[in-house]
C-alpha cells in the first residue's frame, strides 16, 4: 500500500462547484489537490449549458428570421449546421480539451491528478495508487451521469446521449428523443428548426412535468409549431438498430422509427464509485444527502448535481460557496481554535479567508458559515419561448397542506406580448395565510429573465400587500406579474 501523502484538502470531481471550491481554497493558501478523470469543468462548458445554449441562439435566430414574414416584409432562410458545430468545437469546448481549465485551476496554487478518486477510509483518497490525506476535508463533486433506462436491446445500439448531439457535425433528417423533459425539449426545438424531422416520446402525459401544466401546454404547442411530433403516454419496452435505424417499440404497441434516438431521460450520481463505505456512507440511494451546509458526514462534503438539489450551474456555485466558507472556518478553528473574530491564519497564511468568503456568501457575519436556502431556487428551461420557475408549483404546495392562492396572467393579454405576438404567462402560487408567494413560474420570449424578480419575491418573503403596490414598467413582459396579482384567489 502506498504511503499517503499529507495535504489540506482533497476534491474529488472538478465539475463546476468542486472546480469553484478547489480553486478557492487554493487561494486562501490551502494546500490542494484537485482530482478529475474526465475534464475539468464538467457537463456545463463541454456538453451542457454553454454548448447547448449556443445551439438555441442559432436556432432562435432562424426563428426569428422566419417571423419577419407578417411584421417586415419577406424573407428566405437556409439553416446551416456548420458554423454551429465550428462554434461549439472551437470557442466553447476547445474540441473538447481542458487544458485551459487544468492551467486556470494550477495557476491558483492547486495540484492537479488525472484519474478516478476514491474514498479509502477516513480522510483519504485514493487515485490509482496513490493515495491523499487530507488533513481538513474531502470535497465531492463527481456530479452525475445520464440515467439509461433498462429497455430491451438499447445496450446494443449506437443510442445518443446529450453528449454526442452536442457534438454532432453533420444532423441526421429524423431524430427520436426519448424523454420530455427540458434537455430533450431544447435539443428536439434545435433540431427541428434545423430541417430534422423530431418525435418527442414522453411517458408522462404531459412535456415538461417537473413544472406547471398551464407552461407545458405553451411549450408543446411551440414545439408542435415548429413541427415536433410529441407523444405522451409513451411507455417504450424495446429498441432495435437494423443497421441504419432504430425502431422503439412501446408497450401499448405503438412503433416509432427514426435515424438517430436521443436517450435524455434523466441523470443519476455513481455512488458505488466513491468508496463510502469505507467512511460509513450508503451508496444504495440516487443522491448523496447533505445537510444545509453540505456535509455528508464528518469531514466530507459534497457540491453539485450529485447532491440531488437540482442539475444546475447556479446550485452548484452556490453550494460551492457555502464549502469554502466551511471548510476555511473547519480550517481556522482546527489549527488556532475557536476565534470570533474570524481572522485567524488558517494553513498556508489565508488571514481572514472565512470572514472574506462569509460576506460574499449571503452576508454571513465574520466566522459563521451561511446555510443553504432552497426556497427560491431558479430553474430555467431554454425553449421559445422560455419557462422561468422556482418555488414550488401548485400541485406541490397542495400536497404540503398550504392554503393556496393561484393567479395566472397571459401574456398575450398584455401589451408587450401582444405587440410581440408571443404565448406566455405567468402563474402565482401564494400561501395565502402567510401572504406570501410560495411558487412562480415565467413563460414568454424572455421567461427566464423575467423570473428574476419573483426569484427575490419569494426569497425575501415580500408581502403580496407589497407586491401589488409596486410600479411595473410599461411596456414590459414582466408587467404581466401584475395581472397574475389581480387575478390570485
Known amino acids: 500500500m502506498a504511503e499517503p501523502e499529507l495535504v489540506d484538502v482533497v476534491v474529488v470531481g472538478l465539475g463546476v462547484g468542486g472546480e469553484e471550491v478547489a480553486g478557492k481554497l487554493a487561494e486562501a493558501g490551502l494546500t490542494v489537490v484537485g482530482v478529475e478523470r474526465d475534464l475539468v469543468g464538467g457537463e456545463c462548458p463541454y456538453w451542457g449549458c454553454i454548448p447547448s445554449k449556443m445551439m438555441i441562439r442559432a436556432a432562435n435566430a432562424l426563428a426569428e428570421a422566419r417571423r419577419v414574414d407578417g411584421l417586415a416584409g419577406t424573407v428566405q432562410v437556409s439553416p446551416d449546421w456548420a458554423p454551429v458545430a465550428r462554434r461549439i468545437r472551437e470557442e466553447a469546448t476547445d474540441d473538447w480539451d481542458d487544458r485551459a481549465a487544468v492551467d486556470r485551476f494550477v495557476g491558483k496554487g492547486g495540484r492537479f491528478v488525472r484519474g478516478a478518486g476514491r474514498l479509502d477510509g477516513p480522510g483519504r483518497v485514493r487515485v490509482g495508487d496513490r493515495v491523499f490525506q487530507a488533513r481538513h476535508g474531502i470535497v465531492l463533486g463527481t456530479g452525475t451521469r445520464p440515467s439509461i433506462p433498462p429497455l430491451e436491446g438499447l445496450a446494443e445500439t449506437p443510442y445518443w446521449t446529450n453528449h454526442q448531439a452536442i457534438e454532432v457535425e453533420e444532423l441526421p433528417t429524423e431524430l427520436v428523443v426519448l424523454g420530455g423533459g427540458a434537455i430533450g425539449l431544447e435539443l428536439a426545438q434545435v433540431f427541428a428548426r434545423f430541417g430534422v424531422r423530431v418525435t418527442v416520446l414522453e411517458a408522462s402525459d404531459r412535456v415538461l412535468a417537473v413544472e406547471e401544466p398551464e407552461a407545458s401546454a405553451v411549450v408543446a404547442d411551440a414545439l408542435r409549431a415548429d413541427g415536433v411530433e410529441i407523444e405522451t403516454g409513451v411507455r417504450a419496452e424495446r429498441v432495435d438498430h437494423d443497421g441504419s435505424r432504430f425502431t422503439v417499440y412501446a408497450q401499448d404497441g405503438r412503433r416509432f422509427t427514426g435515424e438517430r434516438l436521443l436517450v435524455v431521460t434523466g441523470r443519476r450520481a455513481h455512488l458505488d464509485e466513491l468508496g463510502l463505505d469505507t467512511v460509513g456512507v450508503t451508496a444504495d440511494q440516487r443522491y448523496l444527502p447533505v445537510d444545509d451546509r453540505m456535509h455528508v458526514t464528518d469531514g466530507i462534503w459534497a457540491v453539485g448535481d450529485l447532491t440531488g438539489e437540482g442539475a444546475f450551474t447556479h446550485i452548484a456555485m452556490y453550494q460551492a460557496a457555502i464549502v469554502v466558507a466551511d471548510v476555511l472556518d473547519h480550517a481556522r478553528r482546527a489549527e488556532a481554535g475557536p476565534d470570533a473574530s474570524g481572522t485567524s491564519s488558517v494553513v498556508g497564511g489565508a488571514v481572514g ?72 404567462l405567468i402563474k402565482l402560487v401564494a400561501d395565502a395565510d402567510q401572504g406570501v408567494l410560495v411558487g412562480a413560474t415565467s413563460v414568454g420570449p424572455a421567461g427566464g429573465e423575467v423570473l428574476s424578480g419573483l426569484v427575490v419575491a419569494i426569497h425575501a418573503a415580500v408581502p403580496i400587500s407589497q407586491l401589488r403596490h409596486m410600479i411595473y414598467a410599461y411596456p414590459t413582459f414582466h408587467r404581466a406579474i401584475e395581472d397574475a396579482l389581480r387575478d390570485l384567489r
Do not use: C, K, M
Open 353 to 424: 479567508a472565512v470572514s472574506a468568503v462569509g460576506g460574499a456568501v449571503g452576508g454571513a457575519a465574520a466566522g459563521t458559515v451561511p446555510r443553504a436556502d432552497y426556497r427560491a431556487l431558479p430553474r430555467v428551461t431554454f425553449t421559445d419561448p422560455e419557462v422561468g420557475a422556482t418555488g414550488i408549483t401548485e400541485r406541490q404546495a397542495r400536497e404540503r397542506g398550504v392554503n393556496v392562492q393561484v393567479g395566472v396572467g397571459r401574456l398575450e393579454s398584455s401589451t408587450r406580448g401582444w405587440i410581440h405576438r408571443g404565448d406566455g
